[in-house]
C-alpha cells in the first residue's frame, strides 16, 4: 500500500523533487484519470503545508466542472474565461495570485482562501482542465511552486495516455 512521506518543505526544490517521485509511484499501473486525479490531491493536500484546497477542474466544451478534490465543497462549473480558473484556461499558462482579494472577477468557494496557483492541464492540442490550489496565506505561492506543480502536471499528463472522450477543449 502506498504511504506518502513526509517531504521537508523548508527546501522547495527538493521537497518538488521528492513529491515527483511520490506521485510517479502513486499513479503506476493506473490508467484511470478520476483515480489518479483523486490520489493526486490527496497527496499534495496531505503533504504539502498551508493549503485549503487542492484539485481539479476537467473541461467539458467550454465548461470546467469540479473533478476530484480536497478541501471544502466547491462551485461546481467555471465558465471559460472566469475567475481564476477560468483565466488559465483562456490564457493557456498557470496563473499565480498573491492576493485573491485584489484579482478581478477571483470566484471565492472558501472565505478562507487568500493565494491560489492554477495550473492548466494540456496535452499537445487538448486543452483538458486545470490543477488549482488555494491556500489561507497570502503569498504562500512563488515561481518556485509555480515550477513545482508544473513539473507535477508534466509528470501527470505523461502518465495518462487515455483522459475520457468528454473531456477537452479541442483547439487551443
Ligand atoms: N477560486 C477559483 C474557483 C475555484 S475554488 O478556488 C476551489 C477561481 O477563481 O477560479
Known amino acids: 500500500m502506498f504511504a506518502p512521506r513526509a517531504v521537508d518543505s523548508r527546501d522547495k526544490t527538493e521537497m518538488y523533487r521528492e513529491l515527483a517521485q511520490q506521485l510517479a509511484s502513486l499513479m503506476a499501473g493506473?490508467?484511470?484519470?478520476?483515480?489518479n486525479a483523486a490520489n493526486v490531491s490527496a497527496?499534495?493536500?496531505q503533504t504539502l503545508p498551508d493549503l485549503n484546497w487542492a484539485g481539479f477542474y476537467f473541461?467539458?466544451?467550454?465548461?470546467l466542472v469540479l473533478g476530484p478534490f480536497q478541501g471544502r465543497p466547491a462551485c461546481l462549473r467555471i465558465p471559460f474565461g472566469k475567475g481564476v480558473c477560468g483565466t488559465?484556461?483562456?490564457l493557456g499558462r498557470p496563473v499565480l495570485v498573491e492576493d485573491v482579494h485584489e484579482?478581478?472577477?477571483h470566484?471565492?468557494?472558501?472565505p478562507n482562501s487568500a493565494a491560489e496557483l492554477v495550473i492548466p492541464i494540456i496535452d499537445g492540442e487538448?486543452?483538458?482542465g486545470v490543477l488549482d490550489l488555494d491556500s489561507?496565506?497570502?503569498?504562500?505561492?512563488?515561481?518556485?511552486?509555480l515550477a513545482g506543480f508544473q513539473r507535477l502536471v508534466d509528470i501527470l499528463v505523461s502518465h495518462q495516455r487515455r483522459w475520457p472522450e468528454e473531456f477537452a477543449r479541442l483547439a487551443r
Open 30 to 35: 493506473e490508467s484511470d484519470a478520476i483515480a
Open 43 to 45: 497527496l499534495l493536500f
Open 59 to 63: 473541461l467539458h466544451g467550454d465548461t
Open 88 to 90: 488559465a484556461i483562456r
Open 103 to 105: 484579482f478581478p472577477g
Open 107 to 110: 470566484i471565492a468557494c472558501d
Open 126 to 128: 487538448r486543452v483538458l
Open 136 to 145: 489561507p496565506v497570502r503569498g504562500r505561492f512563488d515561481e518556485r511552486d
